[in-house]
């Protein structure tokens, strides 16, 4: 069988180590039949793992080695030669379904943002990414790392720090250890605001980390003022109950 290239300009790191690829695999709940889709299989290191009867698997992969690969591998396997950053994600399944994958580094946030915006038909999501990125999508109120995909994600996911993998058992190394992660759909269906809205404020505050609240909501309020305890804190110091609220007293400014 042949042999496949990792392609830096993919940010390709084969995972090597089989005892990682069945732990994640193991982490995706199965107990029932579920819809999974793998991004980025590379040479199929985890898809080996979730050839498994409870799932209806498919995978998107960019890189056209991979794909022969993996369909010399895994005939049964559905591989779509597409960028999944551009696809339909409601139109993938018929449904809702879960997400996995040894995400590339230069897209994993990308990732994660686009799960939120699926965020009604993805129940779950088992993957790996750079430890920094996971790290920052589980810390809570108070931390450095907690930002942007941290209040996002956690509004409407339950979030799990799984395990860290070393840089050893992949190839080519990374320069950076990787974390696995699991998020859960919570039982929020839809949060007490606009979450449009909500999306743009959690943004423009943390955008502007050393300031106050107040000062990072300017180009959102434009000449409009709000006075609130909640806006002299700085956004580390604010919960997504917080962000709720004050998304909820800019909509009744600007509206």
Request: aromatic residues 10%; charged residues 30%; proline residues 3%.
């Amino acid at each position: 069988m042949m042999d496949v290239k990792p392609k830096k300009y993919l940010g390709q790191h084969f995972l090597t180590d089989e005892k990682i690829s069945e732990q994640i695999s193991d982490a995706i709940s199965k107990s029932k039949k579920i819809n999974l889709l793998e991004i980025g299989p590379g040479t199929g290191a985890l898809t080996k793992f979730l050839l498994h009867e409870n799932i209806d698997l498919i995978s998107y992969e960019v890189d056209e080695e991979s794909i022969t690969y993996l369909k010399n591998a895994y005939p049964t396997l559905i591989v779509h030669n597409k960028d999944v950053l551009k696809t339909d994600w409601t139109k993938i399944f018929k449904g809702n379904y879960s997400v996995t994958g040894n995400f590339p580094y230069n897209i994993s946030s990308q990732i994660l943002f686009k799960i939120y915006e699926n965020r009604a038909i993805i129940d779950e999501m088992v993957g790996m990414f750079q430890k920094e990125v996971a790290e920052r999508v589980c810390s809570g109120l108070g931390t450095k790392k907690y930002g942007i995909l941290s209040v996002l994600i956690q509004a409407f996911y339950d979030v799990e720090y799984l395990f860290t993998v070393n840089e050893e058992v992949f190839n080519p190394p990374p320069k950076v250890k990787s974390g696995v992660i699991k998020i859960t759909r919570n039982n929020i269906i839809e949060l007490d605001c606009d979450e449009k809205l909500f999306f743009r404020v959690v943004k423009a505050i943390f955008n502007q980390r050393r300031k106050m609240a107040r000062n990072s909501l300017k180009s959102l309020l434009g000449d409009k003022k709000i006075d609130h305890i909640l806006l002299t804190k700085r956004p580390e110091e604010l919960s997504i109950e917080n962000f709720i609220e004050i998304t909820k007293m800019i909509e009744s400014k600007i509206n």
